[in-house]
Every structure is written in C-alpha cells, then in structure tokens.
C-alpha cells in the first residue's frame, strides 16, 4: 500500500460500507481527471456508478485542489440527497476532499465523510471512471491542448456518451 505523501489523510476504499461495492443502488460516484498536452489543463470527470451517467467539466484553473473541489461541489449538488459515496485515486488534486464532502453532506451531519480513495496503482477498484474516461478519449485524444475546447463541445461530448444505450441499462439510456 502506497500513499501520496502529501495527501491528507482520508478514508480507504476498504473503510466504505459493503453494500456499495455491489453497485445495486444509485448514488455512489466515482471521479477522476484527464490532464491535456503537457500536462497543461485538466477535465473532472465524474460518473455515477449504477447509471454510468457521465459528468464532466473543463477546470480552468488545472488540477489546483480547492478549485476541483467547488466544482465537484457545485456538480453534485442536484444530486445530494443520494450521494452515499465518491471513490476516487489519491492524486493530489483530491486532497480537498473534506470540502468535498461538507458541501455535500445532509444538513447537521456530524464530520461528514462521502469520499474514499482507491489504492495506489489498482485503477480497478474505480473502473467506472476509468472506462468513462475511455470513452471522452474517443473524442478527445491524448495529446489535445485543452485550452482549445469550449465549454460547449465538452458539454456536447457529455450529452453524446450519456445518450448511449446501456447493457447494464437493458439498452436504454
């Protein structure tokens, strides 16, 4: 087991309640970003793991961490009252995730915790992010410089993966 060095401290994704592995009901998310060329610019990803529906959003200020972290915020919000969890890797762009889970936690929660890091190099313990990241790169190849995309054509890819029939979803969107 590896860690960041300089994330604070958080919750393993073995701490998380067992019934969310089974992915049976909605609100379990899981996030990740895409970094551009040269590793200028980033994308958030976000997806909800029973749905696979997609989030995403271009960070105009990179992989700065209290910045990611209001924007997670603000795209969850809708969402709130049926997040149980958010898992996501260790890098240090999370290690805001205590703000994380205030702005999202029920009113009067007690030290509210929805966010659980995957370990170190084991990417398949977040596979729903990492196949919807697949899928954007379809559209958006390694190498791209972000700041050529516009908010609309990120928007646009969104839409279009979200509108996509789904095994899981008896081939519905």
């Not at 410089?145 to 646009?156: C, P, V």
Request: proline residues 6%; contains cysteine.
């Amino acid at each position: 087991k590896v860690r960041a060095a300089h994330l604070p401290q958080g919750d393993s994704i073995e701490d998380r309640p067992e019934e969310i592995a089974e992915r049976a009901m909605p609100g379990d998310w899981e996030m990740d970003t895409i970094v551009g060329k040269d590793g200028k610019g980033a994308i958030l990803t976000l997806t909800e793991r029973s749905t696979n529906m997609i989030l995403m959003e271009r960070l105009p200020e990179g992989k700065h961490p209290e910045p990611l972290a209001k924007v997670v915020v603000r795209l969850l919000f809708p969402y709130r009252k049926t997040i149980r969890s958010i898992t996501t890797g260790n890098g240090s762009e999370f290690c805001a995730h205590k703000l994380i889970s205030k702005g999202l936690a029920p009113k009067g929660a007690k030290d509210p915790n929805l966010v659980f890091f995957a370990d170190s190099y084991c990417s398949w313990q977040k596979g729903s992010i990492e196949n919807a990241n697949k899928l954007i790169r379809q559209y958006i190849p390694k190498g791209t410089d972000f700041s050529t995309l516009t908010d609309a054509f990120i928007r646009k890819i969104q839409h279009k993966i979200n509108r996509r029939p789904r095994k899981k979803l008896n081939f519905e969107t």
